[in-house]
């Protein structure tokens, strides 16, 4: 199944990426993670982050939040965990 993880992060998020950056890049590179990418708003400020996971159920994907450094960062102010149900396109093969 697919899962999209939206996290919306808190102010000043960015700043404190530096300490953590090669964790959250290694923590990206999952297999499960399909695709991943900053979330931007009007102005261009990043606000979080998007990506599409691939797991067998809601507890696979929460599982893979928890072990990100973002939620063990205390960084997310928003989460949503969601199952997508693909109707059009096609994630790429790896």
């Known amino acids: 199944m697919q899962f999209m993880i939206a ?30 990418g900053r979330l931007l708003d009007r102005e261009g400020k990043p606000v979080g982050y998007l990506g599409f996971f691939e797991g067998e159920s809601f507890e696979d994907a929460e599982r893979y939040v928890k072990e990100g450094p973002f939620y063990r960062e205390g960084l997310s102010e928003e989460l949503q965990i969601l199952q997508y149900e693909m109707e059009v396109g096609q994630f790429a093969d790896s």
């Open 7 to 36: 996290a919306y992060l808190k102010p000043g998020f960015e700043k404190q990426l530096l300490n953590f950056h090669d964790d959250l890049n290694e923590h990206f590179a999952q297999t499960s993670l399909k695709v991943a």
